[in-house]
Nanobody, 123 residues
């Protein structure tokens, strides 16, 4: 049974920073590519960042490039999303996801999902 549990969300002011984490269990973590997605009210869930199983390759959506950084610690079975220079439009529920094989930007290619953590950015 695969479990992904996000944490670290909260309320921050615009321009501030926040790090969200995703702890994985029930899988050989080092064999899985990981992704972060977000969903704002009334909008589709969208790709934010992805990282390959070994951490060598990363991808970031244009909307967060230069501000957000995805990373992972395979000794802790944890993937992180470091967010800086936060904007009100970053407000969303942030979800962690896992897939076998290579990293992907496609939402439908991920089959394991966490419950999400709320990030709210005030102006």
């Amino acid at each position: 049974q695969v479990q992904l549990v996000e944490s670290g969300g909260g309320l921050v002011q615009a321009g501030g920073s926040l790090r969200v984490s995703c702890a994985a269990s029930g899988l050989t973590f080092s064999n899985y590519a990981m992704g972060w997605f977000r969903q704002a009210p009334g909008k589709e869930r969208e790709f934010v960042a992805g990282i390959s199983a070994g951490g060598t390759s990363t991808f970031h959506a244009d909307s967060v490039k230069g501000r957000f950084t995805i990373s992972r610690d395979n000794t802790k079975n944890t993937v992180y999303l470091q967010m800086s220079s936060l904007k009100p439009e970053d407000t969303a529920v942030y979800y962690c996801a896992a897939k076998s094989g290579s990293v992907s930007l496609s939402r439908t290619s991920y089959y394991n999902w966490g419950q999400g953590t709320q990030v709210t950015v005030s102006s």
